[in-house]
């Protein structure tokens, strides 16, 4: 069935809806979309898309949808947590995620409760550890498909006291059957108050399993999806079965979630996953009418007029 557009939205003048409603509406819409274009549209819209409230959730991924032009991620998403002045809470730098951009964001945002740095292999240990010290109230970790050891795990447990949900996927594989524990032991001893936990393609054994059902008694959803190491039967399937609410298991089907084929193979190379090529840019001050973030220098004065 075709929809109808009404003469009334055709000529309805979206600039002049109430404030509360149009940042509703703005905000569902994506960081770089806003800082790109979104706000140029007119001066009332521009002095909404710099409200703080506006950047309390920053999310900066799937931006090769929106055009053909490469922008400069670290530092539009600089740029985003200034405008948040302190005020963000949830954020979303994967793949283009540094040591020193995620530095940017714990100096100036300490209330981070959702953190999202997903494939960020410039991430390193020490650069985790130093940021997640300056997030006591952090509650939300996904730090899949990043290359970190147990000891920073460890120190993610010891300084997030109220993380709930974290996620270490990894890569699904058969073999070599390689067993390993540690990220096992690692959460099993320092996050106690985990409800949620997410360890796809992990090395862990029954015994990591155990561990972590032990240290984790709030946990309520267990993903062990491609953990071929795991050898679910009596005693351990009856305690899953029992503690956990929302359980997915070593050889269930990875076509209807989020980790379907296309997924692993696109995070298989680190090579083409990693942006690259990215354009140097110039931020003005926030003075001036117009911010350049790509190759592309395109004057938006003339869009500031209501």
């Given amino acids: 069935m075709s929809t109808t557009i009404t003469p009334d939205l055709q000529t309805r003048d979206w600039t002049e809806l109430p404030v509360d409603v ?3 509406i703005l905000a569902k819409v994506g960081a770089i979309e806003i800082l790109t274009s979104v706000q140029y549209v007119c001066s009332s819209w521009l002095r909404i898309c710099r409200e703080p409230s506006m950047w309390r959730s920053i999310d900066m991924r799937n931006l090769g949808d929106l055009c053909d032009v490469e922008y400069d991620l ?7 947590v200034d405008l948040s002045h302190g005020s963000l809470i949830s954020i979303n730098i994967e793949s283009f995620g540094t040591d020193d951009l995620l530095n940017y964001i714990a100096e100036r945002c300490p209330h981070i409760r959702s953190l ?3 494939s960020c292999y410039c991430i390193s240990d020490l650069g985790l550890i130093e940021a997640v010290s300056k997030f006591p ?3 939300e970790l996904d730090i899949s498909f990043c290359s970190l050891s147990k000891e ?3 120190a993610v447990g010891s300084c997030c006291p109220h993380l709930k949900s974290l996620k270490l996927n990894d890569k699904g ?3 070599p059957k390689i067993v390993c524990d540690d990220e096992a032991i690692a959460i099993a001893e320092n996050m106690p108050k985990l409800c949620h936990l997410e360890i796809f393609g992990n090395k862990l054994s029954n015994d990591g399993l155990e561990a972590i059902l032990d240290g984790c008694p709030h946990l309520e959803s267990l993903d062990l999806r491609q953990c071929f190491n795991i050898n679910l039967g009596g005693n ?3 305690r899953c079965a029992e503690r956990i609410k929302v359980m997915q298991y070593p050889d269930d089907s990875i076509k209807d979630g989020e980790f379907d084929t296309d997924f692993l193979e696109h995070y ?6 990693y942006p690259s090529g990215i354009s140097d840019i110039e931020f003005v001050s926030d003075e001036d009418d117009y911010y350049e973030f790509s190759d592309y220098e395109f004057d938006y004065e003339y869009m500031f007029y209501d």
């Fill in 22 to 24: 149009t940042a509703t």
């Fill in 74 to 80: 670290g530092k539009m998403c600089r740029h985003a």
């Fill in 116 to 118: 999202r740095l997903v």
């Fill in 137 to 139: 109230l952090l509650e």
């Fill in 152 to 154: 920073t795990l460890e």
């Fill in 173 to 175: 594989y058969r073999c």
């Fill in 236 to 238: 351990l399937q009856k």
């Fill in 268 to 273: 298989g190379s680190s090579e083409e996953d």
